[in-house]
């Protein structure tokens, strides 16, 4: 069942209209034991290490443990659903990431809806993807990459780190907005993906921009372009893709959500805890070490950014006529 886009924008506001005196007393009974964040991923992989640090500040001052949970599988729909199952309390987190705004379009039998199982708590951070090729791949801009691309449909071989992925949606609405065709070729993972276009097995690939830093600062990829809206301050003489393909934009948002239900004051706590964390000097450098800027938001504004999100990836998804098995 698809939830009305003004009555979970309605839902989720409601976090910041409850009577201050009634926010407080919830808030200073919460948390009394450890809270569980949940994370759809083994441990050390990105979205573990977001929500270790994280999980680390609210720890700190909150007053109350933390802990990660790795609950691997599904392209994260194992630990979405434990979590919309769990006791709507506070004490059973979801660590979400953008994998949750395109599942509802890869997914025909879910037994959740994310929009409307999960409530939004805070935004935590935004990450750029970078285009990327073989150094010995004969366009050097993204206009090039264009005409050669529309010069020789089919014969490009886009790789993704699985079908699906963000890094393969990324690459589809580069297509659909660029005009071209490009085989899609997928793999296990990242590692495998970049190694292979290294050795020039495949010529595109678009790569979460942490993960090419070092292959672009030694001279192994060349790099055409970041999705975001903005440059990256780490490279800021790369251009946006957008710089060529005006309103493309591609991010990979992370954030918290907890089970529908949850009290809006136990909410209210969490968001403006996280946020103060967000806006901390060390621990808005520890996420850009990571290759995420922080990105602290209300509850309400979050929500939104899910709905627009979600609908953005699923005209893609079914634009390019993605399906996954279950």
Do not use: C
Not at 30 to 49: E, N
Not at 65 to 92: Q, R
Not at 104 to 122: E, H, K, M, S
Not at 240 to 252: D, I, M, N, Q
């Amino acid at each position: 069942m698809k939830l009305p886009r003004r009555e979970f924008l309605r839902l989720a506001a409601t976090v910041t209209v409850l009577p201050a005196g009634a926010r407080l007393a919830r808030a200073q009974a919460y948390p009394t034991r450890p809270v569980h964040i949940v994370v759809g991923f083994g441990a050390g992989t990105g979205l573990d290490l977001y929500a270790r640090l994280i999980a680390q500040w609210l720890s700190d001052h909150l007053g109350q443990s933390f802990v990660v949970d790795n609950k691997p599988g599904a392209g994260t729909n194992v630990a979405t659903e434990y979590v919309v199952n769990a006791p709507p309390d506070g004490y059973t987190l979801l660590m979400a990431n953008t994998a949750a705004f395109t599942n509802a379009a890869l997914y025909d039998n879910l037994r959740f809806n994310f929009i409307r199982d999960i409530a939004p708590v805070a935004s935590l951070t935004r990450g750029a993807f970078v285009m990327i090729v073989n150094p010995a791949f004969p366009a050097k801009t993204i206009p090039e990459f264009i005409t050669y691309a529309k010069a020789n449909p089919g014969k490009i071989n886009m790789a993704s780190g699985g079908t699906g992925t963000v890094t393969h949606v990324a690459g589809e609405l580069f297509k659909s907005m660029a005009g071209i065709d490009m085989l899609h070729v997928p793999y296990r993972n990242d590692g495998a993906a970049i190694t292979d276009l290294i050795a020039g097995r495949v010529e595109v690939y678009f790569i979460a921009l942490a993960g090419a830093a070092e292959f672009i600062k030694t001279g192994k990829v060349r790099p055409l372009g970041v999705t975001t809206q903005a440059r990256s301050a780490a490279f800021p003489d790369i251009p946006t893709v957008a710089e060529f393909l005006p309103g493309y934009e591609a991010s990979l948002r992370n954030g918290l959500g907890a089970p529908r239900a949850t009290p809006p004051e136990v909410i209210a706590t969490l968001n403006a805890e996280v946020n103060a964390g967000l806006n901390d000097p060390k621990l808005k450098g520890q996420f850009a070490d990571l290759g995420s800027e922080t990105v602290p938001l209300t509850p309400a504004e979050y929500g939104k950014i899910i709905v627009a999100e979600t609908e953005k990836w699923g005209k893609v998804i079914r634009a390019a006529g993605i399906k996954i098995s279950e």
